[in-house]
Structure formats: C-alpha cells, structure tokens
C-alpha cells in the first residue's frame, strides 16, 4: 500500500508510493509504470471461515489464479503439535498416576465395607420374608374390600414388585462364603502396596490420557506466527519465478489460522500482516446453508444418534403401555372377582364382556408384553447403545460426564459392521421409527443439530471480536463474503474485485472543489484557444456564432460519463433512459455523471464499475415517446403512423383499458354507454309501468325473453377491485389507484417485445397523478411530444362525427318509441280481451241464475241483453281508457339545441385536457424529460410529416446516444497521435462523411485546405469540413460502421474539349480539392525548361521555341512523360488538359504507354463558346497581356478540334473504352460534379478489382482500358465462349461478336467472357466451378467449334454442298421432323460446323444451333421431300391471287377499322359510308405511295370520321323539350349546322 506522504501528481491524478525509492524511479519516467497491463495484487490473502465452508477450496483457487501457494497452517504447525502433544502427555501421565494410586485405594476399602453390608441385608431378608408374605395378604384384602384400586396404587405396586425382583436377581445368588472370600481378598489387596504398574492405576492413566488427548491442544500465538514468518521467508526466495514481472513479496494464502485477537495482535507484531483478509461467513437463514454441509458430511453418526434417541423414546413408551396394561388387566381380575363374589353383573363398557373375553384379553395383552420384553431384552442385549436408560445408567451419566463423548463415539464405531446395522434397522423398523423428513437443501429440526449450530456461532462470536480490532488497521481490507448460493467460480471472483478494488478508480459525490477545478480547467482552455488563435493566422471569413450561455458551455465542454446526462444506475437495472441532475452527480475516473434520486448515486458509489461500459460501449435502449394532446388534436392518427414508420409499437391508452374491461364486460365502457344502458332501462320501466302484461301473453313472453338475455350479463358480471377502478375512471374520469397502473404501464418499459423494440406511447400521462407515478418508478420517456392546437379545430374536427351519432341516436330513439308505443297497443287489446271474457263470463253465470228462476221473476231478455252489451263495452271503456300520446316530440332536443350542447361539451373537454397537459407538462419538466410542441391545425398528413421532420434526428442518431466525441485543433491532433496519446483512426486522413457518400479518392491536405479533427474513444478523425465534423459527432455510430477505405489508387484522366468548354477549369478543381498533377502540354515543356535546361531534350524544345516553331510532337510527348514520373503522378494521380487532340498524338500516347483511365470530352456549340469568350472578356479578373481568344481565333481552333476527335473518339472507344462524353453546356459545378461522379466510379471499380485479385477472387474488367490484344493474350481456356452457359447448359455462346468487356472478369491470371450479367454474377461469386479442373464440360476442339460465315465465304466454298439439301436443321427439329418443318435456308445465315455447311432460315435459327450444334447436326430427310419452288412474278397472277398477295393485308387492317368504328356519313346510306371510309383507308395507308399522297389522305381520313361523328353527337346531345341557346353545349349550334351542311354534297368532294 502506497503512502500519503509520499504522494506524486500526474496528469491531473494523484499516486500515492511505498517508498522513497519507488517515488524517484516513479518521478522520473511514470507512463511505464500507468501503461497496460496494470500490475496484479501482490496476493497477501488470509482467509477464515468456519467448518466446511469452502475456506481450503478457495484458497486453493486464489493461489492458482495468482500463481501463489497455499500457506497451510496445520501443516506448518505439525512438529510443533507433536512436541506439545509429547509434553502434555508426559505431564498428563505423572499426575494421572497419583490421583489413580489414591482412587484405587479408595475403591478397594469401598468394596469391602459395601460386601459387608450385603452380607448383613442377606441375614435379614431370611428373617423378614414371613413378615413379608403377611403383609402382602392383607394388601389383598384391603384392595378387595375397597372395589376399584386406583391406578397409582397399583403402579407402586407393580413398581415394588419389579424392585423385589431385580434385588433377587442380582443378590439371590450370592451365598454368605463368596462374600467372605472376597472380604479377605479386598483386605490383602488393601495390605499390599499399590504401585504404578497396578492394571487399574494403568487403566485410569490410559483413560486420562485418552481424554486428554481428544482437546485440541493449543499452541501460543506467537508459534503461529513464527511458523508463519518462516514459510514466507522460504516463499520469498522462489517468488520471483512465479511468473514474469512477479514482485518479490507476496504471492501467499494462509489456511486454517485462528480467528482470534491474540493471534492478529501477534501478526500485527511482526508485520505480517495481510493486505486482505477474507472472512466466509452464512448468515442467510441463519446458516441453514453451513448446517446443511456439516449434516451431510456427519450423516451417518448424526442419523445413528437420532435413531437412538427416538428408540429409547419408542421403547419408553412401549414400556409405559405394558405397565397401562397390567394395570388394566389386574383391574379387570379384581373387578371380575368380586362381581363373582358378590353375585352381581360387571357395570361399563369393561364389565359387559363375558369372562371367557376378559381371560382372551388377558392373555393376550401378557402374550405381548412378555414377547415384547423378551425381544427387546435381546435386541438391547446386542446393542449397547439402544439400551433402556436404567439408574446405573443415569448414575454413571453424571458422574461421568467428561467420557460421555467418548462412550458414543465408540457405541458408533462398534455400529458399523453389518450385522449390528441390520439388527438396528430390524428393531427399528419393528418400533416404527423413522428419521423427521427435512427438505433436500436442509436439515433436520432435531437437537442433535445443536452442536453443529455451537460451532458456527462459536466462530461468528470469534469474528464479532476480531472484525473489529481488523478494522483499525487501514492497510488491511476485510471482505466479507456470504457463501449461499456461491459456487467456487463465484467465490474467487468476488475474492478477485476485493483483492482488486484498491487499485480501481473511486466515485465520489460533486462537491465546490470539483466545480473550481472545472472552472480553471475552462479558463485554461480558454487561454490556450486564445494563444493558438493568435499564432495561427486564418485569411477566410469567421463565421460569427451566438454567445452561449456560461452554462450551456460548461455543460458542453464538460467530460460525461458513459451515460452522458443519463442516470446509469436506472439504465443498469430497467434499461430505461432516466435522465440525471446535476444536484445528484457524482465523479468517477475524471468524468460526470448524473442521478435521478440520491440513492441511485448511492448505489453508482457502492460498486461503479457495475454500471459503466468496460469492452464495449453500453447498449442504448429504443426509442420511446408519449404522444400527448387534447381530444380532437389527431394524436392518434399521428401515433399510428408514426409507429409504422419506425417499426415500433402503437399503444393507445384508453384503448388497453376498452381491451381490459371488455374482457369481463364484452362491451366497451364509457359515458356513451352508459347513458345508452340508462335509456334502455328507462324505456323497459316505462313499459312495465304502462301497463301489466297479462301471463302467457306474446307481449309477456317478448320482454321476459329480453330480460332474461340482458339478466344473465349482469347477474354474472362480478368485476374486481382493480376493473371497477379502470371502469370508473373510463366512466366518470376517476384516477387509477397506483396499483392498477402497476399491472399496466411498468410492463411497456420491462417485459419483451416492448422492452427491445419500443413504442409510441398514445395519451398517457393524461394527468399530474399519472405523470408522477412514472416520475417515481423511473418511466421516463425519451421525448414527450405536444399536438397543439386551438379550440375552434377541435370543434371543427369532433362536431360532424358527434352530430352524426347524435342523428343516429335520435333515430334509435324515435325507433324505440315507436316499438313502445305497438307494445303498449298490443298490451291494451290482450287486457281487453281478457277482461270482456271475464265480463261475458259473469254476464252468462248471471243468465244461467236467471233462468233458474220462475218465469214471472225473470225481466224482458232482449231488452236485458241489449243494456248489458252497452255496459260491457263502458266498464271496458272505463278501466282502458285510451291514454293519450305522451311520447310527443315536445320535449325532444331540437338539432340546433344539440350542436350547442355538443359544442360546450368539446370546450369543456378541450378545457380540462388543455389543464390536464399543463400539469403534466410542468412534472415532466421537474425531472428533465425533453418535450418539443407541434401545432396540429393543418391536415394530418401535413402534421405526421412535421412530426417526423422534428423527431429525424433522434431516430437517426438514437444509437449513437452515449458516444462522446471532442473537437480539438489540428496541431493538437497531431502532437497527441505523435506521443501515441490518441491513435489514429481506420480511415486515417479520409473523411468518414465523404466515404460514406461515396468518396474513392484520397482527400488532400496541405495549409490552404482548412482539416477539422475530432476524437471519438481513443482514435482521430479528420473531417474536411465543419459541416461534416458537426453530423459525425451526432451519430459516429453510422459512421464508424462502414468498411476501411480501400487502398489509395491514382487517378488518371484527361479532358479534352473544344475552347471554353470548361475543362481547364475542371481539372483545376482536380488539382485544388484532391492533389492531383494537372498537366497541360505547355505545363509539360515548361517544367522540362525550368528543372531540367541542361538535358537535350530542354535543348532541343528551346531550338524549335527560339525559331518560333511549335515543338514537335515527338518532344512534347517525352516532356509529358518526364512529366509523369514526379511524385505526385504515382501516388495521387494526374489530370492532362486538352491533350490528345490529333491521331497522331494518340498514337505517340500508345507507343510511350500513357493510357488514361478516363478520358472526358466536354462537347458544347460554336454559339456558346462564343458566348462565353465575351463573358470572359468582360470579366474584371482578366490578365493585363492580350489573350488569344478572338472570335476568329476559336472559330479555327473550334472547326480544328471537330475533325479530330471523331477519329481520337472512334480509337479509343474501340480500343480501351474509356470515352465519356459530357454536355459542357451546363454550368462549371455541374460539370465538376459530373466529371467527379464518374471519376469516382471507375476509381471504385479499380479498387474493387484489386482487392479481389489480391484475395485470389474473380474481379470484373469492365472499364479498365484492355486492349484487344492484351485481351486475346491473356484468354482463359474457354477463348470468347461463355463458360457459365457452357457448364450449367452446356451452351456454346460466342461472346466474341461484341468487342465490350461489360461482361469479362478475371480470374487467375486469365481472362473470361460472359453472355450476359446474370452470367457475370455467378462467376464473380464462385468462380472456381465453371473453369478447369472443377468445369463440367471441357471446350471442343478449335475443329468441332461452329463458325459462322457470310454470304461471300459460303461461295467461296463451292463446290461444297449444303447438309439436309440446304433445309433448316434448326426448324425441322424444333417441328418434330415433320414434312411442314422443312423450311429452306437462306445462304445469309450459313455456319461451318465439322467441316460441313449448314443455312438456316434465321439469325434466331442460326444462333440456336451455334450454342448446340451436337443437337441439330446429325438430321436425316426424309424420302419425300417437297417440290423446289421457283420464283413467280405478282403480275403473273390471278385476279384473286394478285389480291391475296397483294392488297389482302391492307384490305383486312381497313375492313377491321370498319368493323370497329361502323361509320354513317350524314345523308348517306351505310354501305356507301363503310365503301368510302376503306377508299380512304387504303389511299392513306399505301406503303407504295409517297408520303404527301398518304398525308393527304390521312387528313381526308380524319375529316370523315369526324364528319360521321356528328350524328351520333346529336344524338346523344338533341332532347325532345326545347332548349335555350345559352343552355346548350357550346359547340352543339355549330355542329348542327355543319350537319345540315352536308345535304346533298359529295363526300369525295371535302
């Protein structure tokens, strides 16, 4: 350990040293000793723990894992515990001796008195046994005399009795003369002197050694440390071959000492003290854990002494229901004999049973317990220890307590043979005993745990202790470690972070001293920026930028942690996005990081190195927004398209809380509903109320079924607390309780799919409550976005929908009273009914008295009749008067009505919404979470695209969100990559921005191009512009991804064009922005004058100059070569102004090699060149001297360039196609840009096809300017035939007929044709399979290769014949070698093919048998072959055939025009009309006419259709009624007259 007296400060740290001599080594070179690796911990390890615990295991790992040992001391303490051990024994013995003399005298005087006794107790029982007998009768009588004997009566008794039995069985048969002989033996022994060799003197010593011997011996402190000072002595000579670097202390771990203060005192001392003490420790489940291990390894001695134990108790309690036995059965007899005696039946359950049962009982109760007895009388006899605990037994239990160890050890010992085991399993089994079950992991709850219990908390009572005289040493560090649920893995690696973390950075809280330090770290830099600012001197405009904020900038410049303004603790535990604040910050390793709550800091504080990025850079989580607005303001429209756009979820709030409650309800819940169910119950009690159905009725039975649909749902439907609550805030806008929120909103945030992939989070938080629920659980989201919009939209939006339901529910309504009002008629008519029965049921009842009475009584019957109708139908008026229409539209709400009250309604909802999202915008501020405001008045489409303009460049640079990146100058980037402070990055000098747009040429840097350098972890970038060192540092992420810039190729082009096209000015560019050597002809001679006038070359320019003659282009081009070879040419390229311009330049430019890669011709108009020297002579920056730029002057050298570059065109695209043609005529950056697109592409295509032959892969050499020779050189096997087409379809495709590369690769050394791109792809992938050896099908030989030939070669040929008689091999195989397949050839398309022709009757049929002649050569015709036809004239013809031959095709194309167009000229019949319309048809399609006759008619055409149009225009436009003028089509007058026009005029007139 380092100390703070000899402290030393370094690059803004402090390092505290051990000594004066490691402080001076430190000072004068420190970055050895702070480069990686870091030194390991010297190992000074003392572990303790208790038994079992895992202590020698993990000693055994940590030495391994440090290349250390084992520092045992058990084994280091063996010679001196067997020194101790021979001393305590001698010590042990001489005073054993002593005390056994005397005891043994004392025992022998002790014998003899107590057989004298004995011999006395024998003379007396003879005389008292009569006295006994008597006694015993009369306790017979008195117990007889007094009917029931109690129960401890007879016990004492029975007690007695057992008494006077064992005294008998032990003294009944010693007689009066062995007593005597052994007086006088006792007397002789006790006469003779007792020495040391006496058995029983040897016996008591052996027996306290014994004892003695099985204490731990304990040895002082200071041996342990003495033993200990010496191995480590011996360690430290061997350290250093540990392992290379080892130190020379250290590299120990001691087992096995003691956990007492003695013993750390007495390290303490000697100053060997431990830099970690490590203390294994189970104190979960009160060390259920450690009581499990010492039970296991115990198992056996434990499960013996637990058998024993819970025997003795079975046998106890098998001994008690004996006696409970005999007492019953003594009883019984008693009883039973006096009921005998006396005459009188036995009373109770007992007494009831007939003698001969009471004797069966009896009997069979002593039957057992005597087999009981017996058995376990010899089961004990063979088992020591399951004996019956007797008072001997007890007697010698305490006075012995010492031995009583010792007496179960052995008991064990003599347990395990097998026979005993079986024995004692029989026994037990037999008593029914088992061991207490336990769980797997646990142990027994039984008292023999106890000792194993004493030793752990002897142990903890030893550390409570030590612990603290541990800790006043400030050099040592104590770990302790709960061994539960540790593996041995676990436990060294907890050893390790301890052993460690006093060599590991320290967080502490913010406090004054750090803000000063960050101010004078500021000023500082800002001095420095100001120093550096004045040295360097910078010619272009600054950019004026706004003042910052003292703040702002501090916050800027200061160096975050890994999580930036985020709290790690949060990001660690949820992976949420919690922001911090800088009341809760901390430090740790030099940099800032902020907490939401103290605790958090706390536990950041605890173990930092939990919550920081170590390999990688931590993960950031996904994206997570709330959408929040009023109701009305296109939230969710937006949400839902937003979620698409990002492939992330869509949550609706309200919407999970319809989808939770209708999972019980099964209907959506809400204050639309409920009014909905109001209305309905409303309406079902008026009809009950109106009336009472009559039972059995069709009205009864239609709302009793309506009742019992609607009873069930709200008999059943029972929700819980927590769906009561959604419902009631759905309902009535109550807030949800915590624990309702609990079960919905963590699981956004936690719980897969959302947790890894996001979402868009639709209307929540609604309120304050909810926006502090997520503030307390830490469920922030990453932006929280504000849809404003103003009262009036919302009106405008939500008012149509409201109004329409609000129609819908009118119209319901209306329906619904409707139905009422039918029910309550039909209700009525069944009362009526039932009613007038009744009334005609008593009507007759009373005619039926009537007529029983005598004639004279009854009234006129008529009259009677006619008076009851009349009352029938008033008491039926009476009872169902009709009511009256109640249900009036009165009272309804009128439509104006309801748009005013709908309207309040959405001011009153947009109100409290509006309140709403201010609370929770001002409680989301409180902790920080960014919010951005939107206004939603436009259409929402218009909405979603600002939406996702605002929130772009989260999305984008999301990933990138804990990356940290830092401008600095470029002086300073390059003195820290110099001293390897900072290395440079994979892209060295590219500009990451350009190469990921495409850039392929290697910037340029020199003083006028201004670099701006960036660090980003431990690497530098370069950047050519502040724009693109700005979008970097937003997401470097998206940069650092891409591949490493290829290798640098050099570009080699030339711009030719005609003056002022613009190519001076671009290859100026060239050289300016990328290095490139621009070289014109003049360029090239004058460097050779200027560096080289000496040379004959420099003499022989100046000869021809000097005459004033044009140098010769023999020199020029040696110049230009000269040229070539600087520098520059070969590593970044040359641009070569206006050169070649002549064929004979070109061919000097083939014979020296120089063969641009690209050359561009700037093609522009005589009109704009013109146009463009009076602009440049109007143009202030024009050269004093005069310029050869006259009209004239360009005309000449315009019309001069014109008829050469076709030539210099031609070449070069024939031989190298490198030609590219651009239009000039745009303006300078186009054509920069242009001229720059394409230069890149073909220096991309060259870097690829280098890098793919450097990998030994097929690479395309499209575009690489092979010649024709050098490709007919370098052919692979396959010459200018396909070899994809060749092996996958075995195909012969002569790629030969076209002189483009477009399709060529190379591979191997050898070039390829292919026929086609498809075909490119699958030899660039895998070229390996389509050439030798692995090639399925070889190429044929040169003389099996079919060769096309012209017309001209075939006639050279003669005499050869053509095969098949000059019939199409290709045709009549593809027609099934039918007799209508044999088509003659045409001598056009003739192939030589094994030395025999063969015509076709197409370039189609020719090149079908080129790919595959094996399959059309070999034919055969056959017998009948059809007649040669000879040419006939068309004039020759027949009328009919001349028509066929001749007209038919026209004829049918203008009959079929006919058909569809079916013309009527007015005035004129059909027929005439279709005869006119073919003339015409004819006449303007005549492909032998010339093309004024065919226009001419073409217009006569089209003025007849339009002519015929007019009738069926009419047609449709003329109605019967008339029409004013100004109603009518406006060109409906004009074509009417036209129409009328037409009466009588020929058609072929027009």
């Not at 690059?11 to 000072?27: I, Q, V």
């Not at 937003?642 to 309200?654: C, P, R, S, T, V």
């Not at 439907?717 to 759905?730: F, R, S």
């Not at 006569?1500 to 009738?1511: P, T």
Request: net charge negative; aromatic share 8%.
């Amino acid at each position: 350990m380092g100390s703070p007296d000899l402290a030393v400060s370094f690059l803004g740290k402090m390092y505290t040293l051990s000594s004066e001599e490691a402080l001076k080594k430190f000072m004068l070179n420190p970055r050895p000793f702070l480069l990686p690796p870091m030194p390991l911990p010297p190992c000074k390890v003392l572990v303790i723990g208790p038994p079992l615990s895992g202590r020698s295991t993990l000693c055994e790992a940590i030495a391994n894992y440090y290349t250390g040992k084992v520092l045992d001391m058990d084994i280091l303490l063996k010679g001196h515990l067997e020194e101790a051990r021979s001393a305590l024994i001698e010590q042990i013995r001489a005073e054993a001796t002593a005390a056994a003399i005397a005891k043994v005298k004392e025992k022998i005087e002790m014998e003899r008195l107590f057989r004298e006794q004995v011999a006395l107790s024998a003379q007396e029982a003879s005389n008292d046994k009569e006295l006994e007998d008597f006694e015993e009768s009369s306790h017979i009588d008195e117990r007889s005399s007094s009917g029931q004997p109690s129960a401890s009566a007879s016990r004492s008794q029975r007690a007695a009795t057992m008494e006077s039995t064992i005294t008998e069985e032990e003294y009944g048969d010693f007689s009066t003369s062995q007593m005597e002989e052994q007086t006088d033996s006792s007397l002789q022994t006790l006469d003779s002197n007792i020495t040391p060799d006496h058995p029983e003197v040897q016996d008591i010593v052996d027996k306290a050694i014994e004892v003695a011997l099985q204490s731990p011996i304990l040895l002082p402190p200071e041996i342990y440390v003495t033993a200990l000072e010496e191995a480590i002595i011996e360690l430290t000579k061997t350290n250093k071959d540990r392992f290379l670097g080892a130190p020379l202390n250290g590299g120990w771990v001691v087992d096995n000492f003691p956990p007492s203060t003695e013993h750390w005192t007495a390290l303490n001392e000697k100053g060997l003290l431990p830099d970690i003490l490590i203390c294994l420790k189970n104190t979960k489940q009160n060390g259920k854990c450690l009581i499990n291990r010492l039970y296991v390894a115990n198992k056996d001695e434990l499960d013996a002494k637990i058998l024993k134990r819970l025997t003795d108790e079975a046998l106890k309690r098998k001994q008690e229901e004996e006696e409970t036995r005999k007492e019953l059965q003594e009883m019984l007899r008693l009883e039973a004999g006096e009921s005998v005696g006396e005459g009188e039946a036995p009373t109770g359950s007992l007494e009831e049973l007939p003698l001969s049962e009471q004797d069966q009982m009896e009997q069979s109760l002593d039957s057992a317990a005597s087999e009981g007895k017996t058995k376990s009388k010899e089961s004990l006899a063979s088992q020591p220890f399951l004996s019956i605990p007797s008072e001997s037994s007890e007697q010698q239990t305490r006075t012995e307590p010492e031995s009583k160890e010792h007496s179960e050890s052995e008991g064990i010992t003599e347990l395990q043979s097998s026979e005993q085991l079986q024995e004692t399993k029989d026994i037990v089994s037999e008593l029914g005993v088992t061991l207490p079950e336990f769980p797997e992991d646990g142990f027994p709850d039984v008292p023999e745990i106890e000792p194993l219990k004493n030793k752990i908390s002897l142990f903890m009572n030893l550390w409570q202790k030590l612990e603290p005289v541990v800790s006043e040493t400030s050099l040592v560090q104590v770990a302790d470690i709960e061994i539960e649920g540790q593996t041995p893995e676990i436990l060294l690696d907890l050893c390790d972070r301890a052993m460690k973390r006093p060599l590991k950075h320290h967080g502490w809280e913010i406090a004054q001293e750090d803000e000063d330090e960050e101010q004078d770290d500021l000023q500082a830099e800002a001095e420095a920026l100001a120093e550096e600012e004045e040295e360097e001197e910078d010619d272009d405009e600054v950019e004026e930028e706004e003042e910052e904020d003292e703040e702002k900038a501090a916050e800027r410049k200061r160096h975050m942690g890994d999580t930036k303004h985020f709290c790690p603790v949060i990001l660690k535990e949820n992976f949420i996005l919690c922001p911090g604040s800088y009341e809760n910050g901390a430090k740790y390793q030099d940099k800032y990081y902020y907490f939401s709550t103290p605790e958090n800091r706390e536990k950041f504080l605890e173990n930092p190195e939990v919550y920081v990025s170590h390999n990688e850079p931590l993960k950031v989580p996904p994206l997570r927004v709330c959408l929040l607005g009023s109701h009305g303001s296109g939230k969710t429209v937006c949400a839902r398209w937003l979620a698409n756009k990002l492939g992330i979820f869509h949550i609706q709030f309200e919407e999970r809380l319809q989808e939770l409650i209708m999972l019980k309800t099964g209907v959506r819940v809400g204050p639309e509903t409920e009014e909905e169910d109001e209305e309905e119950a409303a309406a079902v009690q008026e009809v009950g109320e109106s009336s009472t159905p009559i039972p059995g009725s069709a009205t009864e039975m239609d709302i009793t079924s309506e009742e019992e649909k609607r009873s069930p749902e709200q008999k059943e439907l029972q929700l819980t607390d927590e769906e009561e609550a959604i419902k009631a805030n759905l309902v009535e806008n109550e807030p949800l309780p915590p624990e309702v929120l609990d079960n919905i909103v963590p699981e956004w945030w936690t719980k897969e799919p959302f947790r890894s992939t996001g979402f868009i989070l639709d209307g929540f938080p609604r309120t304050v409550d909810e926006a502090i629920y997520l503030a307390e659980h830490g469920l922030c989201p990453d932006i929280v976005v504000y849809l404003e919009v103003e009262e009036d939209d919302v009106s405008d939006r939500l008012l149509p929908t409201l109004l329409q339901k609000w129609q819908e529910k009118q119209n319901q309504k209306k329906e619904k009273k409707q139905k009422i009002k039918e029910q309550r008629a039909k209700m009525r008519e069944d009362q009526i009914i039932k009613r007038k029965t009744e009334l005609l049921a008593m009507q007759a009842k009373r005619k039926q008295n009537a007529a029983a009475k005598p004639q004279s009584e009854v009234p006129d019957e008529d009259d009677e009749d006619e008076d009851e109708d009349d009352d029938i139908e008033a008491i039926l008026e009476e009872e169902f008067a009709k009511e009256e229409d109640d249900m009036d539209d009165e009272d309804e709400e009128q439509e104006s009505e309801a748009i005013e009250r709908l309207k309040t309604e959405i001011a009153e909802k947009f109100e409290a919404d509006l309140n709403n999202i201010q609370a929770v915008q001002e409680e989301l501020d409180k902790i920080l979470v960014p919010q951005i405001t939107i206004g939603s008045k436009r259409k929402p489409r218009i909405v979603c695209y600002q939406l996702y303009k605002r929130l772009k460049d989260l999305v984008e640079n999301h990933e990138s969100l804990f990356e940290k990146c830092y401008p600095l100058s470029v002086s300073l980037a390059h003195k820290m990559i110099a001293l390897s402070y900072k290395h440079p990055s994979n892209f060295g000098e590219w500009d990451p921005i350009k190469l990921s747009e495409g850039e392929t040429i290697k910037p340029y840097q020199n003083p006028d191009t201004p670099t701006f350098p960036v660090i980003h972890r431990n690497s530098i970038y370069f950047f050519s512009s502040k724009e693109n060192r700005d979008k970097f540092m937003t997401n470097p992420i998206k940069y650092i991804r891409q591949p490493k810039p290829k290798p640098t190729v050099p570009v080699k082009i030339a711009i030719v064009g005609p003056p002022k096209s613009g190519k001076t000015t671009v290859a100026k560019k060239f050289a300016s922005v990328y290095g490139l050597k621009r070289l014109s002809m003049g360029d090239a001679i004058r460097m050779i004058l200027n560096d080289q006038p000496d040379t004959e070359l420099a003499l022989m320019l100046k000869w021809h100059l000097h005459k004033g003659l044009t140098a010769p282009d023999e020199l020029a081009i040696q110049a230009l070569d000269i040229a070539l070879m600087d520098n520059v040419c070969s590593t970044a390229g040359f641009v070569i102004d206006g050169y070649p311009v002549t064929r004979k330049q070109v061919n000097l430019l083939e014979y020296m090699k120089i063969i641009p890669v690209k050359i561009f011709e700037m093609q522009i108009d005589s009109r704009e060149v013109i146009r463009r020297a009076l602009l440049d002579k109007q143009s202030p920056d024009r050269p004093p001297y005069p310029l050869h730029d006259s009209s004239q002057i360009l005309s000449i050298k315009n019309s001069c360039y014109k008829t050469q570059v076709e030539e210099i065109r031609a070449y070069y695209e024939e031989q190298h196609q490198n030609w590219y043609v651009i239009d000039a005529s745009h303006s300078k950056w186009w054509n920069w840009n242009k001229v720059l697109e394409e230069t890149q592409m073909i220096t991309k295509q060259i870097q690829f096809y280098l890098e793919r032959i450097r990998q030994g892969k097929a690479a395309s050499i499209a575009d690489l300017c092979i010649t024709p020779q050098e490709l007919l050189s370098r052919l692979g096997e396959f010459g200018q035939y396909c070899p994809v087409s060749l092996a996958e379809k075995g195909e012969l495709v002569d790629c030969s007929v076209t002189p483009s590369l477009k399709f060529a690769a190379e591979f191997r050394g050898h070039y390829y044709k292919m026929a086609g791109q498809e075909e490119l792809d699958k030899f660039l992938n895998t070229p390996e399979l389509y050439v030798p050896p692995l090639a399925p099908h070889p190429l044929p030989l040169p003389s099996k290769l079919p060769k096309k030939l012209t017309a001209a070669e075939v006639k050279a040929l003669f005499p050869m014949q053509a095969e098949m008689q000059g019939y199409c091999p290709v045709t009549y195989l593809e027609g099934k070698q039918r007799y209508e397949a044999l088509v003659p050839g045409n001598t056009e398309y003739a192939v030589l093919y094994c030395k025999r022709l063969y015509i076709f009757e197409s370039e189609e049929k020719l090149q079908k048998f080129m790919r595959l002649p094996e399959k059309y050569w070999k034919q055969t015709l056959p017998h009948k072959l059809p007649p040669k036809k000879e040419p006939v004239l068309l004039t020759g013809l027949p009328l009919t055939g001349y028509l066929e031959q001749g007209v038919a095709t026209a004829l049918i194309k203008a009959m079929n025009e006919v058909g569809c167009l079916k013309p009527k000229f007015p005035f004129l019949s059909v027929k005439k009309s279709a005869l006119l319309f073919i003339a015409y048809h004819l006449k303007a399609y005549n492909p032998k006419s010339s093309d004024y006759v065919r226009k001419k008619y073409k217009r006569k055409l089209d003025r007849f259709i339009d002519n015929c149009e007019l009738i069926p225009y009419l047609g449709t436009k003329m109605t019967k009624k008339y029409k004013e003028p100004q109603n009518r089509p406006i060109d409906f007058d004009h074509k009417l007259q036209t129409f009328l026009s037409l009466r009588g005029v020929d058609p072929a007139s027009l």
